[in-house]
């Protein structure tokens, strides 16, 4: 079986929705915005490290999701996102504080590490490059708002650059955050992971993985007001017995009705 930080960071938030996803086969409909974008400037990061024009890959990426279904914040629109994206994307290309050589090897590398005899685990690392000159890992992020920089050293707990590091043993990560706003906002952050967090890690995800081969999915839940993240989890209608409205945001892959035999071994 082949694991991955989604699946495992999935499980540990809430193992019935972990079960909704990959083993019932339900997922989130690709019809929000912010997500849509994000793929496509990573596409137009990609273009401007292969020395190419990244404004016009954004373009061209972002028009393939013109569609009347998107689904945008209050205050979003697919004009004033591709505004935004050109604008941070000179503005990244300025600053030149981030360099990737070889970046059709080194942008969107897997990478595969052997858990046991019967489970790997896999990444997908935005790049491996250099911020500021020195060599790291590199993770791009679109945000509508700044990310959190203080107190000093909190981007070491990021379970996500902590497992990027636990697969490659690169201790130097770097975080690069494109703030759509007004005036528009380029974060660098910066972060070495210790050799202690990273066997931390891979002793959570042996842990983790034992757990669901035991299929163990009970339901998490995050209501406790005034904190409502169960408010906000696209399979709450499963777990209300309202299927109409998890199939409003949810659709099925092809096949999945094959697994219900799975329902007997989580009860």
């Known amino acids: ?14 193992p019935r929705r972990y079960r ?3 083993l019932d086969g339900w997922r989130e409909k ?3 915005a912010a997500m849509l974008f994000g793929r496509a400037f990573e596409q137009a990061l990609g273009a401007y490290f292969r020395k190419e024009d990244p404004g016009d890959a954004l373009f061209r990426e972002w028009s393939a999701c013109k ?38 090897r080194n942008l969107q590398v897997k990478v595969r590490k052997e858990i ?60 690069v955050v494109f703030v759509r706003k007004r005036l528009v906002e380029v ?11 990273r066997e931390e890690f891979g002793r959570l995800v042996e842990n983790t993985i034992r757990r669901i081969e035991s299929a163990d999915f009970f339901p998490h839940s995050g209501i406790r007001f ?5 408010s906000n989890c696209p399979y709450l209608g499963f777990c209300l017995g309202r299927q109409e409205l998890a199939k409003n945001v949810l659709v099925r892959r092809p096949g999945a009705e094959e ?9």
């Open 30 to 32: 690709d019809n929000r």
């Open 67 to 104: 569609d009347p279904k998107l689904r945008f914040s209050d205050r979003d629109s697919w004009d004033r996102m591709l505004e935004q994206g050109i604008k941070l994307l000179i503005r990244f290309c300025q600053d030149g504080r981030v360099r990737v050589r070889h970046p059709r």
């Open 259 to 267: 697994l219900g035999w799975i329902d007997e071994l989580s009860y």
């Open 187 to 197: 974060q660098y952050l910066r972060t070495r992971i210790s050799e202690e967090q």
């Open 116 to 175: 046991s005899a019967s489970n790997d685990f896999v990444a997908y690392l935005d790049g491996i490059g250099q911020f500021d000159g020195e060599r790291c890992l590199l993770e791009w992020k679109t945000s509508s708002s700044r990310y959190t920089e203080e107190p000093d050293g909190l981007l070491a707990l990021d379970p996500q650059l902590v497992c990027y590091s636990w697969m490659t043993g690169i201790s130097e990560v770097a975080q």
């Open 226 to 230: 005034p904190q409502n993240p169960c």
């Open 20 to 22: 909704y996803r990959y």
């Open 1 to 14: 079986m082949t694991y991955s930080y989604t699946q495992i960071s999935q499980y540990l938030t809430c």
